[in-house]
């Protein structure tokens, strides 16, 4: 009688088994998902960050890294002739401080506003907006003339 009894016990304890594995399974994937999506987020915003910075310290040899080389050639330039324009366009306006933030970034688009000195005077809230590529599970820029001027 005994026996009986611990084999029904044993028996019993087997779909609290299988309910525990699948949910299990099920807290792992959506746990994996979200930490997915949140590793993309944070590349985004890496390389975006990355353009402003450059563009903040005239960097444009950095800046051009941040650049979907194809959307370069698109636009029948080389990354040598990318920052010969961004060195012949921001160095002649003789700039003297830049500042720039991210605004937004919602799915691959991104919005930046730009704030500038010069030997002219102020330049506030200039409005730059662009597309991201994905490029090898990392995210590039995709460049056209609007990320010089707006």
């Known amino acids: ?29 959506v746990g994996s998902f979200f930490a997915l999506k949140q590793m993309k987020e944070s590349k985004k915003e890496k390389v975006v960050q990355s353009f402003i910075s450059n563009f903040e310290k005239k960097d444009f040899k950095d800046l051009v890294n941040t650049l979907d080389e194809e959307s370069i050639k698109t636009n029948k330039l080389t990354k040598k002739e ?38 002219f005077g102020k330049i506030n809230d200039i409005s730059y907006k662009g597309h991201l590529v994905e490029d090898k599970g990392d995210y590039l820029i995709s460049w056209d003339y609007s990320l010089i001027f707006p």
Do not use: C, H, W
Not at 7 to 29: D, E, H, R, T, W
Not at 89 to 117: A, H, P, Q, V
């Open 1 to 29: 009688m005994e026996n009986k009894r611990r084999k029904n016990q044993k028996k019993n304890k087997k779909p609290i088994y299988i309910a525990l594995g699948i949910v299990s399974v099920g807290f792992i994937s």
């Open 82 to 119: 990318t920052i010969e324009k961004y060195e012949k366009i921001f160095n002649s306006l003789n700039l003297t401080k830049i500042d720039g933030k991210i605004d937004s970034i919602k799915d691959n688009d991104f919005k930046l506003t730009f704030n500038m000195e010069t030997s």
